[in-house]
């Protein structure tokens, strides 16, 4: 345990540090910030075009929709903004430089993980939050304690779920020494899918992504429960109170993997 | 000319040498494909045929576009930006041939590799899974194989002139993130261009994006005919034209002006 609370201090001033760095370059950051947040906002133009043509998908209409996305949105980008940068990593594995890692007897995920910090996603991070917001105040949310908890939990979990993504495929990457395409199809992807309602999706890809990489546990499902809607696939109800536990084994099952892709690091040759 | 079609091929045996990459592309834009396809199936179910696309015109051009990512190579293309950064463009600039030509003879032998690798078999697989909307005259095919080429060259053209921006600014990653997001939707690439409001489609059906991907896929589809097709076409040709050219200027004004940095 102290173990872990020394992590968390050591990652704390790791990432301070390199906020301070960024900050000190104001306008820039500034300007990529605002740059990112009108770039992402096209993003939900998309969304928005297609629901010109229909009152709703699926049974969701635009505000419903759009918590999904909020929620998936705030998690993916609060995710790449911490662990965007694991994508590269696979570069220092290839060419030795995660020795230098192994030498500091400091968690090898923490001086990963501090190594970087695209503070300039912080607009990506805002876009999402907007459409939350829109999406709060459109949609008729019968508000409950209940549903007021479990908002900000959806969210928090879905933000490891995808840290935890991230982590999963830098690990892999200690194999394919490569850029790992397959991980956007659950980073980058699994946020385009959890967007929309699993119900538009056919069986494998549900299963793909309520099961395998467990992304509909952390919208989907508890969207239905904010919503107070029916689930046309008939999962069992308590799935939609399950994104803590489901995101709790999802991560521990990462930092294992990641502990098991460190051992098989050999370095290179020369 | 030798030294052009050997580069053409450089680029060819270049990136067939990732195998794994390649494989593992092609899964993500297999996958990606279906979740596309179920999104814009589910949206045809509320609303009918929206703006001309029905189911399989639909599923066509959800497919055709998985396999013009990697053929047009849409998103990630920093190469010529990161050699201005680090300096050796100057390199590249000492050669004795056409440094713009140089780069497009490559980025054509790049294109034939991810056509054939990454561009036919998303189209095939989701032809299986999928009625997919084939053109039967010859004509459409031949029009398609000229527009195809055509996107090719505006979409190079285009990224030579973003990446040559990398002379000005010090960090490439903004312009980069910027003209990422531009061409997922404006091009068509996100969802058909028709889909917008009709002001916004003609606006961006007359920008340079459209020309790589919605162009080819209204050929294919068939969704023009008579002088709307040519028009379609000679647009495309237009922005090759002024694209390449705009980037000859953009690079002659880089040449003269801006100290490469890294020296």
Known sequence: MTNLSNDVVLYRRLVGARIRSQWQYRASFVLDAVGSFCMTA?????????????????????????????????????????????????????????????????????????????????????????????????????????????????????????????????????????????????????????????????????????????????????????????DPLGYPRWFQFAAPVVTTAYVAVALAFWRFAVRHYRSTGS | MAAYVALVRAGWRRWSAYRAATLSGLATNVVFGFLRVAVLLAALDAAGPIAGYDRSTAITYAWLGQGLIMTLAIWRWVELATRIHSGDVVTDLSRPVDLQGAYLAEDLGRAGYQLVTRGVPPFLIGAVAYDVRVPGGAATWLLFTVSLSLAIVVSFAMRFVVNLGAFWVLDFRGLHGASTVLVTVASGFAVPLAFFPGWLETLLYALPWAAMVQAPIDVFLERHTGAGLAGVVALQALWSVALLGAGRLLLHAATRRVVVQGG
């Open chain 1, 42 to 230: 096209i993003d939900f133009v998309v969304v928005w075009a297609l629901f010109r043509h229909f009152p709703a998908l699926d049974g969701w209409t635009l505000p419903e929709v759009a918590l999904l996305y909020g929620i998936s949105g705030i998690g993916i980008a609060v995710a790449d903004l911490g662990c965007g940068h694991l994508e590269e990593l696979y570069l220092d594995i290839r060419s030795g430089k995660f020795d230098v890692v192994l030498l500091r007897p400091v968690s090898t995920l923490v001086q990963v993980l501090a190594a970087d910090l695209a503070l300039r996603r912080v607009g990506r991070v805002l876009q999402a939050t907007a459409v939350l917001v829109y999406a709060l105040a459109a949609a008729d949310v019968a508000w409950t304690p209940a549903r007021l908890a479990l908002l900000p939990v959806g969210v928090v979990c879905a933000a490891l779920l995808y840290a935890a993504t991230f982590v999963l495929w830098a690990g892999i990457s200690f194999w394919t020494l490569g850029a790992n395409e397959v991980g956007n199809a659950f980073t980058y992807g699994g946020n385009t899918m959890t967007s929309y309602p699993l119900s538009v999706f056919g069986a494998w890809l549900r299963r793909l992504y309520a099961f395998v990489v467990p992304l509909a546990f952390v919208t989907y499902f508890p969207g239905l429960y904010l919503l107070g809607k029916d």
